[in-house]
């Protein structure tokens, strides 16, 4: 087969390996729907059994349509991932924690699918031996994988699992016979290929035998030794890194899931946690709510993590808030190494900066961090130490928590987070003002004397400042009005107006609550849901759909009705991408919210008002709860979990992972007329 791709000098050999993986993939399905018997009960129905024979099929045509038609290839390859899925919903029933990672695969696969785009057309080949070796190399790597992949699962054998295993070893056979016949003489081809059937052989009566498994494993393996590796070096081309690291969206998942798996990893050291320890699942959960600086939890962070597991809780919390490929870029900077050119496009596109200001931003955001945690955090020692704590105690939890505030992560020493402390008002009104400047971009906190001032500000700054102005008094004021005689009475007037104006500050993503937020009215908690669902503003370590795009709505809605053309803002005119942008910014939050909200509905048994507010909590990075964390199961929370993910990288990211460079000209399309009313 002959491939080259346009506007590349390098071949597709990697990509003519998938047809060699999907070929040793197709009988996958019906091991999937036989290891399923007896699951959870399951007698593999034999609607079960029919979409694994689907999907079964579907691989095998995908695999041969893959590069030659890849748009059906690509459709037929999703069918099979969707039939797999369903052949082994009993084994997600009946072990929640596999959820979280078949979620993660699945989903990984499909986005995978989605962005595979060989456009091969009419274009010349390689060498047709060395598409035959590389198909016969990935198909003896898949069996390899397959094959441990069925050792670890551990279910009993079952004839259709043999049977569909020898199947692909077969099929890995035929690929590496049609190699031989590719590479070598006629005369020694047809030797070896008496070899490869007699091998063939073996391997059905090792099947009828009971011994499939590991003669699978062994012919994997011989294979993969005898196989020659001419083409490493153009596979490393291709690595499967630089696919993740290409493209900015892939970069920000791709980094917050590394860290997220590295601190569900740490959180289960014995040392992080007192003798008796914490489940997967608990540990996973905390993991991930510190690097989404979210602030939900199941587990009493005081009491359920030693002062070791709580320093891990606080690293990930900073590095999550701060960013892993900003730290890495200010490293490399202060090492003297120099990003390539790639690697500046990626960070300046990620960071919305231009080239030349790349670095100084990163360090810009790294000083005023630190400063601003280091100050916040000697206040709040004071703070804590005159308030009753221990000096050692005091300093402690006066740096964990100024960490937590300006990452707005929610996490506090305390089991009843900052309620010991609603009669204080210093110590809520610096964690309030951390909250505040962690929840803007630094160069935002900055100009705020000069916007105080009178003085000139960018249009964007203005719009952020004013939007968070208008949304914290607001709050306030309707959180006062609602709960006056709610959560916030037995307060004095001026304690009411304290902790009112708090939990204005702390619904800006930030989680922490001075008041029981249990028995708050239902019109407070709308208002709250919606405060949650804005979040803060662009660049800090808030989540939500941004001020900024608030701002940009209400003015497009204000000069819509108006009869305006254009968005005008300080004479200066707001292009209609960006409006555009900030559209689908809450587009694409609704979509993801409600599907959230309908997973958690179809699978927990909690009040509808409670899941509301659960699953804005989440997809916001907020961190606060009404009581519905304390009653999820496993699948609750792996459904919590992904909604905190999907929320610190932000649901548009998600579809920016299906985002491609190819667009077409504006000059080739006529206007269309579309009504709207």
């Not at 105080?452 to 004013?466: I, K």
């Not at 001020?547 to 940009?552: E, G, H, K, P, R």
Request: aromatic share 8%; proline share 4%; glycine share 10%.
């Amino acid at each position: 087969m002959e491939v080259k791709v346009k506007g590349f000098s390098r071949t597709l050999l990697p990509q003519v390996g998938i047809e060699g993986m999907l070929m040793a993939l197709f009988p996958v399905p019906v091991i999937l729907a036989a290891m399923m018997v007896g699951v959870g009960g399951a007698t593999s129905p034999p609607w079960r059994l029919v979409a694994a024979g689907v999907a079964a099929f579907s691989c095998l045509v995908a695999a041969f349509l893959i590069l030659r038609r890849p748009r059906w290839g690509r459709v037929l390859a999703g069918l099979a991932l969707a039939g797999s899925t369903i052949s082994i919903i009993p084994f997600f029933e009946s072990n929640p924690i596999t959820v979280l990672i078949g979620a993660v695969l699945i989903i990984g696969l499909g986005y995978a699918l989605a962005d595979f785009r060989p456009d091969i057309e009419g274009q010349q080949c390689h060498r047709p031996v060395d598409c035959s070796l590389q198909r016969a190399r990935w198909s003896a790597r898949t069996v390899f994988g397959l094959v441990i992949s069925i050792v670890m699962i551990d279910r009993p054998s079952h004839f259709l699992v043999n049977g569909a295993l020898t199947v692909s070893v077969v099929v890995m056979l035929l690929l590496v016979t049609h190699w031989i016949w590719r590479r070598f003489r006629r005369a020694l081809a047809m030797a070896l290929g008496v070899v490869a059937v007699l091998v063939m052989g073996a391997v059905v009566f090792a099947f009828m035998s009971g011994y499939s498994r590991i003669t699978a494993l062994l012919v994997s393996v011989l294979t993969l030794l005898i196989l020659p590796s001419s083409i490493r070096a153009q596979e490393r081309d291709d690595r499967w890194w630089k696919i993740l690291l290409s493209h900015p969206a892939r970069v920000l998942l791709s980094s917050f899931l590394g860290l997220c798996s590295l601190g569900a990893l740490l959180l289960l050291v014995p040392g992080a946690t007192p003798e008796k320890g914490i489940s997967l699942i608990d540990s996973a959960f905390t993991a991930v709510s510190a690097v989404c600086v979210t602030g939900l939890t199941v587990l009493d962070t005081p009491h359920d993590f030693t002062v070791f597991g709580q320093f891990l809780i606080l690293l990930l919390i900073q590095l999550g808030g701060l960013g892993i490929m900003s730290i890495t870029t200010v490293g490399m900077h202060t090492l003297g190494r120099r990003l390539s050119l790639s690697q500046e496009r990626l960070m300046t596109s990620m960071t919305d900066t231009d080239h030349q200001d790349l670095v100084i931003s990163l360090v810009t955001i790294l000083r005023f961090t630190f400063m601003a945690e280091g100050l916040g955090a000697l206040a709040l020692t004071g703070l804590f130490f005159f308030s009753g704590d221990s000096l050692g105690q005091a300093a402690w939890r006066g740096l964990f928590t100024a960490i937590s505030a300006f990452c707005n992560a929610g996490f506090g020493l305390q089991s009843d987070n900052l309620i010991p402390y609603q009669s204080n008002p210093l110590i809520l009104h610096v964690v309030a003002l951390l909250i505040v400047l962690g929840g803007m971009a630094p160069v935002t906190s900055l100009l705020i004397p000069r916007w105080l001032a009178g003085r000139p500000v960018g249009v964007g700054v203005r719009l952020a400042l004013v939007t968070t102005v208008v949304l914290l008094i607001a709050g306030a004021f309707m959180f006062l009005a609602f709960e006056w005689n709610g959560v916030l009475s037995g307060l004095t007037v001026a304690d009411k107006i304290h902790n009112a104006w708090f939990q204005s500050v702390t619904l800006r993503t930030a989680g922490f609550n001075s008041v029981d937020i249990n028995t708050v009215t239902n019109p407070s908690c709308l208002i709250m849901i919606i405060l949650m669902f804005i979040g803060g503003s662009p660049g800090g370590t808030a989540g939500g759909i941004k001020t900024t795009t608030l701002a940009l709505l209400v003015i497009t809605f204000w000069a819509s009705v108006t009869g305006r053309s254009e968005v005008i803002i300080q004479n200066r005119r707001i292009p209609p991408h960006t409006i555009n942008r900030a559209i689908t910014i809450v587009s694409s939050g609704a979509l993801v919210w409600f599907v959230i909200v309908l997973m958690l509905e179809m699978t927990q048994q909690i009040p509808a008002r409670e899941l509301l507010f659960e699953a804005t909590s989440a997809l916001g990075t907020v961190g606060l709860t009404v009581g519905g964390t304390s009653q999820l199961d496993d699948i609750g929370k792996i459904i919590v979990m992904i909604a905190m993910f999907v929320g610190r990288i932000g649901p548009m990211t998600l579809f920016m992972l299906l985002s491609d460079e190819r667009s077409v000209p504006v000059a080739r399309c006529l206007d269309a007329k579309v009504s709207l009313t």
